[in-house]
C-alpha cells in the first residue's frame, strides 16, 4: 500500500490550492502575534501620584502635598501615598510656606484616600489606570498576564485531544472564534475581575489556535512546502503579529479601542472556513476515506489536474490498525520509564523552561525599557525576523547539541553584561536585552526540531508536549520574575542568564542527533549516546518523516 505522500503526489507541490492553504493558514496566525503580547500596552502602569481634590490650597502647597522619594537614584513622586490633607490645609490657611517654614519630612502622610491622578503623556487609558491596579492592588497587574498565560496552558494542554476527537478544521476555527469573541467582550468588563475571567478564555484559544493551524499545515501540506510552513512560515506570521501590534498601540492609545483594534483581525478568517478542508490525514484515521479522497479530487480540481480513479486503496483497515497500535504509546509515565529517558526529558524541560522564561520576560519587559515603549515593542518584534532565519539556516548546516550551547551562553552573556552599562547608555542597555531576545527567540525554535530529534517516534508527540507543558509553566511565572526589579533593578537579567549557563551546562549531556536517522524505538534512543549512526543517506532524507525535521 502506498504512504499518503505517495498516493497525493499527483497535485504537485506548489499549486494553487497549496497556495490557498499556505497563506490563509500563515494569516489566521497573525492575530496570535497580536494577541498575546497585547498585555504590554494594556496592562502597563502609567506614571501616577495621589489626587488632589479641589480644595483650599497655596500652589506652593498643592505641589508639595506629594512627598519626594528616591527610586532606582533618581528622585520621584510618591506613587502611593501624600501628606495628611487637612495638616497641609490648615497650614496653607495660616500662610506658611512648605519646606522654609515647614520642615516637611515631620509632617504625617497617609494613602492615597482620593484615588489617583495618571499621566496620560504615553496612554490615555490602560486598565491599571482604569481598576486602579495600583499600591495594594498593583499585584493585579502581573498577574493579570499570569491569567493569560494560564488560559494558553490549559488551551495547551486540551487542544491536542479534541483536536484528535473532532478533527483539526472545527478546532481551528472553534478557536479564533473564542479568541475574537472574548478579546472584544473584555471591552465591556465592569470590573478587573471580569476582565481577568475574559482574558484567560481568549488565552484557552490563543496558543490552540497556533497549534491547530500548525498541524492542519503539516498534515495538508507536501514535502518541502510542509517544511518552510512549519519552520517559517507559522513563525514569521506569528512575529507579522508581534510587529503590527505597538502600530496598532501607537493610533489607540485606550485600553477600549486597542481591544477593538486587535480583535477585529480574527473576524477576517472566520470565513475561511469555506476555503481551509479539513486535514486529510486526520479523516483517514478516522476510517472516512471517502471524504479524505473528496478533500484530494477538489484539491485536484483547483491544481487543475485529473486525479485517478482510486486515490486511496485499502486505507481503512490500515488506519484503525495504526489507530489501535499508537494508543499504546501515548502515556506520559514512559517519559520517565528508564534512565536514559529520565535524564533527557529532565535536562529537556530545564531547556524548555528556562527559554520560555527569557522569551516572555524580555517580550514583556518592553514597555519598561528606556527607550520609547512602542519603539522598544517593534524592535522586540522585529528582532524575531532574523532570529527565525538565523536559527533556519543553523538546523541545515550545523550540530544541535553545540547550536543550543552556544546560544544559551550567547543570551547568558548578553544578560549579564546589561547591568554593567552606566546609566548614561541607555541605549547600549537596549542593545544587549535585544540580543538577548534574539538568543532565546532563536533557542525556542530550535528546541521544536531537537526535541522531536530526541525521542522515538513512539513519544515523539508526548515528549513535546510535555515539555511545552514545562515551558508555559515558565511563561505564568515570568510577570511576577520581572517584579522583583522593585527589589534590586538587575535582579531579573541575573536569574535569566543564570538559569542560560545552567541551560548550557546541561546541554553538554545531551546527544547529538544532526545528520542521524530518527530513533523508531526507545532502543535506538538508548544506543544514541554510545554509537555513531551512519549519516543520512539521499534515499533515507527523502523519508517524509525526516524530512519534517529538518
Not at 528606556?370 to 524592535?379: E, G, N, T, V
Not at 549516546?529 to 543520512?536: A, L
Request: charged share 15%.
Amino acid at each position: 500500500m502506498k504512504n499518503f505522500d505517495d498516493s497525493t503526489a499527483f497535485l504537485g507541490l506548489w499549486g494553487r490550492f497549496q497556495q490557498i492553504i499556505f497563506f490563509l493558514l500563515c494569516g489566521s496566525i497573525i492575530p496570535n502575534g497580536l494577541t498575546v503580547f497585547s498585555v504590554v500596552f494594556l496592562a502597563d502602569a502609567p506614571s501616577h501620584h495621589c489626587l488632589i481634590p479641589e480644595v483650599n490650597l497655596t500652589q506652593d502647597w498643592r505641589n508639595a502635598t506629594i512627598p519626594i522619594q528616591m527610586v532606582n537614584g533618581k528622585q520621584e513622586l510618591s506613587r502611593c501615598s501624600r501628606y495628611r490633607l487637612d495638616v497641609v490645609r490648615n497650614l496653607s490657611a495660616q500662610g506658611l510656606i512648605p519646606g522654609i517654614d515647614v520642615n516637611l519630612t515631620g509632617l504625617e502622610q497617609e494613602g492615597c484616600m482620593d484615588g489617583w491622578s495618571y499621566s496620560k503623556d504615553i496612554y490615555e487609558s490602560t486598565i491599571v489606570s482604569e481598576f486602579d491596579l495600583v499600591c495594594s492592588e498593583q499585584w493585579k497587574q502581573p498577574f493579570t498576564t499570569t491569567v493569560l498565560f494560564l488560559g494558553i496552558l490549559l488551551g495547551s494542554s486540551i487542544s491536542g485531544q479534541l483536536s484528535d476527537r473532532f478533527g483539526r478544521k472545527p478546532l481551528l476555527f472553534a478557536t479564533i472564534a473564542v479568541q475574537t469573541i472574548f478579546s472584544f467582550a473584555q471591552i465591556f468588563s465592569p470590573s478587573w475581575t471580569v476582565f481577568a475571567v475574559f482574558l484567560f478564555i481568549t488565552g484557552l484559544g490563543q496558543f490552540s489556535n497556533f497549534v491547530s493551524a500548525f498541524v492542519l499545515g503539516v498534515e495538508i501540506l507536501p514535502g518541502n512546502v510542509r517544511v518552510m510552513f512549519s519552520s517559517m512560515g507559522v513563525c514569521l506570521s506569528f512575529a507579522f503579529g508581534y510587529m503590527v501590534l505597538p502600530l496598532f498601540a501607537y493610533f489607540l492609545r485606550d485600553w477600549k479601542s486597542l481591544l477593538l483594534g486587535i480583535s477585529l483581525p480574527g473576524l477576517v478568517f472566520l470565513p475561511c472556513w469555506w476555503l481551509i478542508p479539513e486535514s486529510p490525514r486526520w479523516l483517514i484515521s478516522q476510517g472516512r476515506v471517502e471524504e479524505a479522497e473528496a478533500v484530494i479530487r477538489k484539491a485536484a480540481k483547483i491544481n487543475k489536474i485529473e486525479a485517478p480513479q482510486v486515490i486511496f486503496e485499502d486505507y481503512s483497515a490500515h488506519a484503525k490498525e495504526t489507530k489501535t497500535r499508537s494508543k499504546k504509546h501515548n502515556s506520559v509515565l514512559q517519559l520517565l520509564s528508564t534512565r536514559n529517558v529520565r535524564k533527557t526529558t529532565a535536562i529537556l524541560c530545564l531547556l524548555w523552561f528556562s527559554h520560555s522564561v527569557g522569551y516572555f520576560a524580555l517580550s514583556l519587559n518592553t514597555s519598561q525599557l528606556y527607550a520609547d515603549p512602542y519603539l522598544s515593542c517593534f524592535i522586540s518584534a522585529v528582532v524575531e525576523i532574523p532570529a527565525y532565519i538565523f536559527i533556519w539556516l543553523i538546523l541545515l548546516y550545523f550540530p544541535r547539541r553545540l547550536s543550543v550551547i552556544s546560544i544559551f551562553l550567547l543570551g547568558a552573556m548578553s544578560l549579564y553584561f546589561i547591568p554593567l552599562v552606566p546609566q548614561s547608555l541607555s541605549y547600549l542597555s537596549v542593545a544587549l536585552e535585544m540580543l538577548g531576545k534574539f538568543a532565546v527567540t532563536s533557542c525556542s525554535a530550535l528546541m521544536y526540531t531537537y526535541t522531536a530529534e530526541l525521542y522515538p517516534t513512539v513519544l515523539r508527540n508526548t515528549a513535546t508536549g510535555a515539555c511545552s507543558t514545562v515551558s508555559r509553566v515558565g511563561s505564568c511565572i515570568t510577570p511576577f520574575l520581572l517584579e522583583l526589579k522593585f527589589y534590586f533593578k538587575h535582579l531579573p537579567y541575573i536569574i535569566m542568564g543564570t538559569l542560560a549557563v545552567a541551560s548550557a551546562f546541561a546541554a553538554f549531556f545531551l546527544p547529538e542527533t544532526f545528520r542521524r536517522p530518527l530513533p523508531q524505538t526507545i532502543q535506538q534512543m538508548h544506543k544514541a549516546e554510545s554509537m555513531t549512526c551512519p549519516i543520512i543517506t539521499q534515499k533515507e532524507h527523502s523519508n517524509p518523516e525526516i524530512e519534517s525535521r529538518l
